[in-house]
């Protein structure tokens, strides 16, 4: 064979390798690649459980303005040294509960005890000094009546006996002073309560106004809301809100005691200050955040998460004759509950089985089934198993 026609050969060949290899590359990339909204529309049936679905009913949503904040001890005192000196006993701890006038300190008191001596030594000084200038005092007048002396020496022994009460009563104001600070080494509690925090310990020598132990009363809590001017003009003393406490599973219920005056600087808020009733579970410092209604009103009502908006107009998922189906609402006012966020809609039925949002978009025909009951599970479950020839 001649070199040239081996040439012209093999440029044919390479070329309808190319063809080959261009047509296989241009059929892959036509071909389909699966995407989730494929896989989704190859789904013909779901399976849910009973708490999947939420039935569109008829109640009262409390209509108001979201409040949140720590809770807040309405009778709290920290217990400070009057005086100065070694504290030699502190007999109480966090969480013991003490009584109003309850002894809880002391601080050493020998210092003022000798204070107190002193003080009543120079009381009993400046008294004896009164007596001295009173018999002055009552001589000088018996000889003036007698005309021995004169007038002048009477006025000076009045003078005198003026001096010596003066000094008298400032030694019993010192004395008073000193048993003042005896009393104060002894700290009792201001109010019936809780010791929230002890800063302290004995053997520590403390100086006057140093923070010792903090009580609190836990019978009644308050939450400190901040509100913007338009809010708090709605807002009237008595007005109730449902509370959600960190730690609390059930609802606290709270009541409007009291509203600022004045708004705070910076920020224009206004402080409402909600009451709460102390109970088990309740804590100063606890988180609460929750709805203060101001007013209430009876509409059909679905959970806001189940109402979707990923089409045009705002719609819901709703379980009929055992299919989903997308039907057209228009939202209205919203609410917070007890567990979760309720809308009010139109549109709906009254009892329609609303798809939970948490299932996210289903699409509109696919067939629902309901898991049986834990109960018929079980029962199937302990069922024996047929024998062989029974399954034929």
């Known amino acids: 064979m001649k070199k040239s026609t081996l040439w012209i050969l093999s440029a044919v060949a390479v070329a309808a390798l190319v063809v080959i290899g261009a047509r296989w590359n241009s059929q892959r990339k036509a071909a389909p690649v699966p995407t989730a909204t494929t896989v989704a529309t190859a789904i013909s049936s779901i399976e849910l459980a009973r708490t999947d679905v939420f039935t569109a009913q008829t109640q009262n949503l409390s209509l108001g303005?979201?409040?949140?904040?720590?809770?807040?001890?309405?009778?709290?005192?920290?217990v400070k040294a009057r005086v100065a000196g070694e504290l030699q006993e502190l007999s109480v701890r966090e969480g013991d509960r003490v009584q109003a006038g309850q002894v809880i300190a002391r601080i050493d008191p020998s210092e003022y005890q000798a204070r107190v001596r002193q003080a009543q030594q120079q009381a009993d000084a400046a008294k004896a000094q009164v007596d001295i200038a009173q018999r002055q005092f009552d001589n000088n007048q018996a000889l003036v009546n007698q005309g021995f002396i004169s007038q002048t020496a009477l006025l000076t022994s009045q003078a005198s006996l003026n001096g010596a009460k003066a000094t008298h009563a400032a030694a019993l104001a010192a004395l008073d002073l000193a048993n003042k600070s005896l009393a104060d080494a002894t700290l009792r509690s201001p109010l019936t309560g809780?010791?929230?925090?002890?800063?302290?310990?004995?053997?520590e020598r403390v100086a006057i106004?140093?923070?010792?132990?903090?009580v609190i009363n836990?019978?009644?809590?308050?939450?400190?809301?901040?509100?913007?001017?338009?809010?708090?003009?709605?807002?009237?003393?008595?007005m109730t809100a449902q509370l959600q406490v960190e730690g609390v599973a059930e609802p606290v219920s709270a009541k409007v005691l009291r509203i600022n005056p004045s708004a705070q600087m910076g920020s224009r808020s206004i402080v409402v200050y909600l009451g709460i009733n102390g109970r088990e579970g309740l804590r100063q410092g606890l988180f609460a955040q929750g709805n203060l209604g101001t007013q209430t009103m009876q509409v059909l009502a679905v959970p806001v998460s189940s109402v979707r908006t990923d089409k045009p107009q705002p719609y819901v998922q709703v379980v009929q004759e055992g299919q989903?189906?997308?039907?057209?609402?228009q939202p209205g006012v919203r609410s917070e509950g007890d567990r979760q966020s309720l809308v009010?809609?139109?549109?709906?039925?009254?009892?329609?089985?609303?798809?939970?949002?948490?299932?996210?978009?289903?699409?509109?025909?696919?067939?629902?089934?309901?898991?049986?009951?834990?109960?018929?599970?079980?029962t199937s479950a302990a069922a024996p198993a047929l024998p062989a020839s029974a399954a034929k």
Not at 324 to 329: D, G, L, S, W, Y
């Open 218 to 238: 836990l019978s009644q809590l308050e939450l400190e809301a901040a509100l913007t001017a338009e809010d708090a003009s709605r807002v009237r003393v008595g």
């Open 324 to 329: 989903v189906r997308h039907i057209t609402v």
């Open 65 to 78: 303005i979201a409040v949140s904040g720590p809770l807040k001890a309405t009778q709290s005192a920290v």
């Open 209 to 214: 106004e140093a923070r010792l132990v903090e």
């Open 344 to 378: 009010a809609v139109t549109g709906v039925s009254e009892g329609a089985q609303v798809l939970a949002g948490s299932l996210g978009a289903v699409r509109e025909g696919v067939q629902v089934q309901f898991t049986a009951p834990a109960k018929s599970a079980q």
């Open 194 to 203: 809780v010791v929230a925090q002890r800063l302290a310990q004995p053997g």
